[in-house]
């Protein structure tokens, strides 16, 4: 689990984080939702480290980030996967090549593990026909899923994804979706998935957390985030002409039922 305990961050001046408090659940998708300059980005940074706020805490399994020595966050940091929105793959290597590079940097393993471990993560994720090939040789999709073999080269106990879906097409992005599920679920990550796309909220969205305003708005997840009373958070999640549809559709459905 990672704890986030009353986080406040400014810059030059201006508060972009107000005293946000949230968890993150262990073995579950933990989405963080809302609009471009809601301070999501922000906020997902101060959890990784990127950032450091001027208040509050983050715990990692119960120990408090600010505590840690260099050594502690150095070591903390072979526990983090990171999968960046535009996959960041380096264009000189292979696919191998890429799932490689974490391990080569940081892995115990013997070079033959590695290459072991690489193999595993690579087939993990469908494509173990693409080692030889090179970023520019395969679709965004296939890149997305070389990232996330990478993510999770060194077994990590927490995955942090931004913005996973980015440029991709609705039925890729839901690929990609069920696989960040089902990697959180078979290894028992913690992951934390930064996206403003509704689709991933409704199929993968276990725990969420909206923010709004550099707030933290709401917390729930996919089952009850349409009965929320939040008019922020319902003006982000009815935003589409789709979800106003919805949102139509659940208010006859009450209205039947109260006549019932």
Partial sequence: ????????????GVQVLHDITASFETGKTNLI?????SGKTVFMKCLIGLMHPEEGEILYDGRLFSEMNAEQRKALRTEIGMLFQGSALFDNLTVLGNVMFPLKMFSPLSPAEQLERAHFCIKRVGLENADEKYPSEISGGMQKRVAIARAIALNPRYLFCDEPNSGLDP???????????DITHEYGITTIINTHDMNSVLGIGEKIVFINKGRCDWTGNDKNIFRSKSQSLNDFVFASKLFQEVKMFLERKSEEEGLS
């Avoid at 689990?1 to 030059?12: L, V």
């Avoid at 939702?33 to 300059?37: N, R």
């Avoid at 039925?171 to 599920?181: H, Q, W």
């Fill in 33 to 37: 939702i809302g609009q471009s300059g």
């Fill in 171 to 181: 039925k890729t992005s839901i690929l990609i979706d069920e696989l960040l599920s």
């Fill in 1 to 12: 689990m990672i704890e986030a305990k009353n986080i406040s961050k400014w810059f030059d």
